[in-house]
């Protein structure tokens, strides 16, 4: 389906649902170990220096987002800043 904005047409985009919308919402961050850290704290993590340590234990928390599972959806908390990504089953 197509929509015009901005005098131009684009195609739409279907809606993500549950876990495809999750991991979509968290594809920027990054975890160690149980610890969550958003795009933005990451960047800003990174770039004050990391250990050598916690950079080889670093992970996409996309990767294993449905360890992320609570009893009605999946949820991350960045470590950092406190921002929360929640998407109900």
Do not use: Q
Not at 22 to 32: A, L
């Amino acid at each position: 389906m197509k929509f015009k904005e901005g005098g131009r047409y684009h195609e739409r985009k279907p809606e993500l649902e549950g876990f495809e919308r999750f991991k979509s919402e968290i594809r920027n961050w990054m975890s160690i170990g149980d610890d969550d850290y958003c795009g933005r704290c990451w960047l800003g993590k990174s770039n004050n220096g990391i250990s050598p340590k916690e950079k080889a234990a670093a992970r996409s928390t996309a990767e294993f987002a449905e360890k992320r599972k609570g009893t009605e959806g999946w949820s991350a908390i960045c470590e950092e800043c406190g921002k929360e990504v929640y998407v109900r089953e």
